[in-house]
T-cell receptor
Framework: DAKTTQPPSMDCAEGRAANLPCNHS???????VYWYRQIHSQGPQYIIH???NNETNEMASLIITEDRKSSTLILPHATLRDTAVYYC???????????FGSGTKLNVKP | EAGVTQFPSHSVIEKGQTVTLRCDPI?????LYWYRRVMGKEIKFLLH????????ESGMPNNRFLAERTGGTYSTLKVQPAELEDSGVYFC??????????????FGQGTRLTVV
């Protein structure tokens, strides 16, 4: 069963920041937070992951609360091509057995 | 660098037939995973190889599914005999091992299997 809770859908205006929340209140000390997205029927695409510090890469930023019970994925300037289902996943660092859950359907609108 | 490659991209077979799906992981990745999404459901883990060894096959639905990774390179997933409920998209992913940690997993584009 998925260990995370995400809103089923969100809208975002093109060019604005998209902030996708995720609750993972039962996360253990050795579990990382991963974010993936699936555009249409393509394979899941890796976005970013982190343990407890905030992380940033060329795609997005990941903000993890101090108690690690929730996190937010930030797409700084959403484009129409960012329309996808976004999955927040917690998993141990030593293997990648992911529970995908239902994710958040992000709709980026012109 | 080539990503995870899956063959075929689509397969339509009749109930009772056999189908073999293939996955070529990213070169040098010791970890290889199979996942699938059946109609209307979430993406589910099937199994995990570390090199040629099955590390975790707890997600395999039944004994009609057989996964192999001879030589620790590419992997095959055979469904024999196929049933209607096996229809869905089968994803393969791979990741590298660094010390005691794994890198992020990269997924292929999937094989869409339709059993009629």
């Amino acid at each position: 069963d998925a260990k995370t809770t995400q809103p089923p859908s969100m809208d975002c205006a093109e060019g604005r920041a998209a902030n996708l929340p995720c609750n993972h209140s039962t996360i253990s000390g050795n579990e990382y937070v991963y974010w993936y997205r699936q555009i249409h029927s393509q394979g899941p695409q890796y976005i970013i992951h982190g343990l407890k510090n905030n992380e940033t890469n060329e795609m997005a930023s990941l903000i993890i609360t101090e108690d690690r019970k929730s996190s937010t994925l930030i797409l700084p300037h959403a484009t129409l091509r960012d329309t996808a289902v976004y999955y927040c996943i917690v998993a141990y660092y030593n293997f990648n057995k992911f529970y995908f859950g239902s994710g958040t359907k992000l709709n980026v609108k012109p | 660098e080539a990503g995870v490659t899956q063959f075929p991209s689509h397969s339509v077979i009749e109930k009772g037939q056999t189908v073999t799906l293939r996955c070529d992981p990213i070169s040098g990745h010791d970890n290889l995973y199979w996942y699938r999404r059946v109609m209307g459901k979430e993406i589910k883990f099937l199994l995990h190889f570390v090199k040629e060894s099955k590390q975790d096959e707890s997600g395999m639905p039944n004994n009609r599914f057989l996964a192999e990774r001879t030589g620790g390179t590419y992997s095959t997933l055979k469904v024999q005999p196929a049933e209607l409920e096996d229809s869905g998209v089968y994803f393969c992913a791979s990741s590298q091992v660094y010390g005691t940690a794994n890198t992020e997993a990269f997924f292929g584009q999937g094989t869409r299997l339709t059993v009629v």
